[in-house]
């Protein structure tokens, strides 16, 4: 029997490389509304957010390489890089990781990642 206060939903989490889906989870509403039920039920089948995690796809190759992704800074607000589209794997050992170290993201499976603006990316010839 359904309730009309109590939802759950089934969710994705999209790749933080490439943007498939790479994880699932389930949300419920924790307050006991109507309204906060209808916007969880809205939710099912969703992507909701980025995994901690790289999709099987990209976590092949986390020994291998660092993904380049790139953004657009002037469209990214504060801690929400703005994708362009752009995605490159680079091997580990290039000369270019060197200037980037600082700014490399581990996943939680050790997937590499850093953003890099878009036209930076084509100055070092990424894209």
Do not use: H
């Amino acid at each position: 029997m359904s309730s009309p206060v109590f939802k759950a939903a089934l969710v994705k989490y999209a790749c933080p490389v490439c943007g498939q889906v790479a994880d699932e989870g389930i949300i419920v509403n924790s307050i006991l509304t109507e309204e906060a039920a209808k916007e969880v039920e809205k939710l099912n089948g969703e992507i909701v957010g980025y995994a901690g995690k790289a999709c099987e796809k990209c976590a092949k190759y986390k020994d291998e390489a660092i993904f380049f992704i790139g953004i657009d800074v002037e469209k990214s607000p504060e801690g929400n890089p703005y994708r362009t589209g752009q995605i490159v794997g680079v091997k580990k050992d290039a000369d270019i990781i060197e200037y980037v170290k600082d700014y490399i993201i581990k996943l939680e499976d050790g997937t590499e990642l850093c953003y890099i603006d878009e036209n930076i990316g084509k100055t070092f010839g990424l894209w």
